[in-house]
T-cell receptor, first 109, second 112 residues
Framework: KNEVEQSPQNLTAQEGEFITINCSYSVGISALHWLQQHPGGGIVSLFM???GKKKHGRLIATINIQEKHSSLHITASHPRDSAVYIC???????????FGQGTRLTINP | DGGITQSPKYLFRKEGQNVTLSCEQNLNHDAMYWYRQDPGQGLRLIYYSQIVNDFQKGDIAEGYSVSREKKESFPLTVTSAQKNPTAFYLC???????????FGNGTRLTVT
């Protein structure tokens, strides 16, 4: 079992829908990253969080340290949100990042 | 604008040849990283460097080599000893290890 698991692996939705992508981890972490990878391959860092919730535009990231779980939400989804979303856990002490396999999101117009 | 430049975007090589992937950053970051991405798998760390003239092996360093002679540059050489070199390679940097990463656009290497 991977230390970081994402679900779902693939998600297709209609424009305007509320999107939730989940990330669970099995180790102690000091922070969790959410990343976005566009079809060309480049990756952009969306959030780094260690507790609570962060919001940027239509994107919201939450983390529950006790439950070892984080979610990325997209409100009013748009086709330009179509990308692979990756969570990565910063392992406590080791300062090592462990990546989930990614969630491929497709938003249809 | 500051950022990370990887070149080339696509690279084709014959089996048995060494190949070097370029990574340059102008963000003044101390830490730099090389990751490999394969379909259906999370990114895996090949090598990282926390400071000039120092680098450490990651989880899958076998068949790869790096150098860090300048703060801005962290080239990766894929040697003929790497058994499955065909992959997407991503370079990243951060202010220090553990801080948010900035990624390049990647190099897709195909070895036949």
């Amino acid at each position: 079992k991977n230390e970081v698991e994402q679900s779902p692996q693939n998600l297709t939705a209609q424009e305007g829908e509320f999107i939730t992508i989940n990330c669970s981890y099995s180790v102690g972490i000091s922070a969790l990253h959410w990343l976005q990878q566009h079809p060309g391959g480049g990756i952009v860092s969306l959030f780094m969080l260690s507790s609570g919730k962060k919001k940027h535009g239509r994107l919201i990231a939450t983390i529950n340290i006790q439950e070892k779980h984080s979610s990325l939400h997209i409100t009013a989804s748009h086709p330009r949100d179509s990308a692979v979303y990756i969570c990565a856990a910063l392992i406590q002490g080791a300062q090592k990042l462990v990546f989930g396999q990614g969630t491929r999101l497709t938003i249809n117009p | 604008d500051g950022g990370i430049t990887q070149s080339p975007k696509y690279l084709f090589r014959k089996e048995g040849q060494n190949v070097t992937l370029s990574c340059e950053q102008n963000l003044n970051h101390d830490a730099m990283y090389w990751y490999r991405q394969d379909p259906g798998q999370g990114l895996r760390l090949i090598y990282y460097s926390q400071i000039v003239n120092d680098f450490q092996k990651g989880d899958i360093a076998e068949g790869y080599s790096v150098s860090r002679e300048k703060k801005e540059s962290f080239p990766l050489t894929v040697t003929s000893a790497q058994k499955n070199p065909t992959a997407f390679y991503l370079c990243a940097s951060s202010i220090v290890r553990g801080s948010p990463l900035h990624f390049g656009n990647g190099t897709r290497l195909t070895v036949t």
